[in-house]
């Protein structure tokens, strides 16, 4: 056994991306991901199945927590080798890593005085996953690569980075070990040809294993051309009530897409010019990462910049970083927009947003991101009469949205285009992040369309490729 791969997470559910690669007893992680589904946290909890200190290297694909959020336990559990990714999915790694820290901070204190007033123990301990401090320590271990060139992390292991058109910084990550010669291809989490602002994803030729996700193996997408219609005319008819548009929007990526839309729009001119807040301090640090990598950008956004504009600047844009400034909004007369976070309304400045308009008939309430069941978010969009915020009832009156077209995932045709590039049948292809049905479904459709051997590996499955 020279070349083994073992699943230890993201199998047969959507979260906790992480894959362990043995080459001669060598150990290396593809991604370190958060469990986030409730019936799978305690993993989070439990010991990793691999020794950290027996890791040398981490490849990461992109910076969304399903994929990274783990590091700082691997860090705090003796891990000290390189973490290669691109640099900005570093920078956005950071600002994900930190506030997912604050959060499993303020969790656990929240936890220990639910579990004193109520005098018993729950499942978990009381302290956090992991802490801030914990995960500034990852960022030292961050080294960065850049698409397209190789690099060597052992004499007989290289690793080449290419966009996979997801988030900022996103990567396909392709490993060639030499002796064999074996080569496997981790798609991470694919994106969408033609959307704003990143590239489309690279297409791979060849790979002797190919490890794919299947998040929407089962299903279409909405056609992107129908974001800014609709955008468009929920926008002019809250604008006709004298409402506000309220948006709830994840950090990172979701929100500098939304500001390309409406940045298209106005120039454009059909949007009226409102008032436009971006209410979340992450978002807004993600904006800034943005500015640094004009060279991940699409033809369509570099000439957008070129033109002397910029997509993350529109008059009457306000990025509101401080609590005055937040608070101040709710005394403006007249529509505006408000966008903030969290995207499923499970915490942030989101809640007060929805606290002062949710009663209000002519307000809208427009949800451009998936809602995970037992959030706010999904009450509101199911059409819940009335909701509880900070511990209180509050009837629905506003007019509940929802734009599907926004995913940043490849849909199955868009999955199934990726896979169209590889020229000759890889040996077996592992299908990955993606419920049961999804991964099935898709698995069954790669059989029939390329006759190619599938394999949806359960948890911990380790495969002897060579
Ligand atoms: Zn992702």
């Given at each position: 056994?020279?070349?083994?791969?073992?699943?230890?997470?993201?199998?047969?559910?959507?979260t906790g991306s992480c894959f362990l690669l043995e080459v001669?007893?060598?150990?290396?992680l593809i991604d370190c991901g958060l469990y986030q589904e409730r019936e799978l946290r305690s993993r989070n909890w439990?010991?990793?199945?691999?020794?950290?200190?027996?890791?040398?290297?981490?490849?990461l694909t992109h910076a969304h927590l399903d994929h990274c959020g783990l590091l700082p336990k691997l860090v705090k559990e003796g891990f000290k080798g390189k973490i290669m990714c691109t640099s900005a999915t570093a920078?956005?790694?950071?600002?994900?890593?930190?506030?997912?820290?604050?959060?499993?901070?303020?969790?656990?204190?929240?936890?220990?005085?639910?579990?004193?007033?109520?005098?018993?123990?729950?499942?978990?301990?009381?302290?956090?996953?992991?802490?801030?401090?914990?995960?500034?320590?990852?960022f030292p271990?961050?080294?960065?690569?850049?698409?397209?060139?190789?690099?060597?992390?052992?004499?007989?292991?290289?690793?080449?980075?290419?966009?996979?058109?997801?988030?900022?910084?996103?990567?396909?990550?392709?490993?060639?070990?030499?002796?064999?010669?074996?080569?496997?291809?981790?798609?991470?989490?694919?994106?969408?040809?033609?959307?704003?602002?990143?590239?489309d994803p690279a297409l791979i030729e060849d790979a002797d294993y190919v490890v794919v996700e299947s998040t929407y193996g089962d299903r279409l997408h909405e056609d992107l051309s129908e974001i800014k219609v609709k955008l468009c005319d929920i926008i002019i008819s809250t604008v006709n009530q004298g409402g506000n548009i309220i948006i709830p929007s994840f950090a990172v990526e979701r929100t500098q897409e939304l500001l390309y839309y409406?940045?298209?729009?106005?120039?454009?001119?059909?949007?009226?010019?409102?008032?436009?807040?971006?209410?979340?301090?992450?978002?807004?640090?993600?904006?800034?990462?943005?500015?640094?990598?004009?060279?991940?950008?699409?033809?369509?956004?570099?000439?957008?910049?070129?033109?002397g504009r910029s997509p993350f600047y529109f008059s009457n844009l306000k990025l509101t970083r401080s609590v005055e400034e937040s608070k101040a909004i709710n005394r403006i007369r007249g529509s505006c927009i408000i966008i903030a976070g969290s995207g499923m309304c499970t915490g942030g400045?989101?809640?007060?947003?929805?606290?002062?308009?949710?009663?209000?008939?002519?307000?809208?309430?427009?949800?451009?991101?998936?809602?995970?069941?037992?959030?706010?978010?999904?009450?509101i969009v199911d059409g819940a009469s009335e909701v509880r915020i900070h511990g209180q009832m509050h009837p629905v009156r506003a007019n509940v949205v929802k734009i599907n077209g926004f995913s940043a995932h490849a849909d199955q045709r868009e999955l199934l285009r990726w896979l169209t590039g590889f020229r000759s049948s890889p040996k077996r292809v592992f299908i990955v992040h993606g419920e049961e049905e999804a991964a099935t479904t898709f698995a069954r459709i790669l059989n029939e369309k390329f006759s190619w051997q599938t394999e949806i590996p359960e948890y911990l499955e380790k495969k002897i490729l060579i």
């Open positions: 056994m020279a070349v083994s791969l073992q699943f230890m997470g993201a199998t047969r559910n959507v001669k007893g060598r150990r290396f439990e010991p990793f199945p691999a020794d950290p200190k027996s890791i040398e290297a981490v490849f920078e956005i790694a950071r600002i994900v890593l930190l506030d997912a820290a604050h959060l499993q901070e303020e969790d656990a204190k929240f936890k220990k005085k639910r579990h004193e007033r109520e005098k018993r123990k729950g499942p978990y301990p009381e302290v956090p996953l992991y802490t801030e401090e914990d995960a500034k320590s990852v271990l961050f080294t960065p690569v850049e698409y397209e060139k190789a690099v060597k992390i052992i004499d007989s292991v290289e690793a080449v980075f290419y966009d996979a058109g997801h988030i900022l910084g996103s990567s396909i990550i392709k490993i060639n070990v030499s002796s064999g010669p074996v080569s496997l291809v981790f798609s991470g989490d694919l994106g969408r040809w033609d959307k704003p602002i990143i590239r409406l940045n298209e729009l106005l120039q454009e001119n059909r949007i009226p010019h409102l008032l436009t807040f971006v209410d979340s301090p992450m978002a807004i640090n993600v904006i800034e990462v943005f500015k640094h990598y004009p060279e991940y950008f699409d033809e369509e956004m570099l000439n957008f910049i070129q033109s400045r989101i809640k007060h947003h929805l606290v002062n308009n949710i009663i209000r008939p002519e307000c809208s309430i427009l949800f451009i991101g998936y809602q995970a069941k037992g959030t706010l978010g999904r009450e």
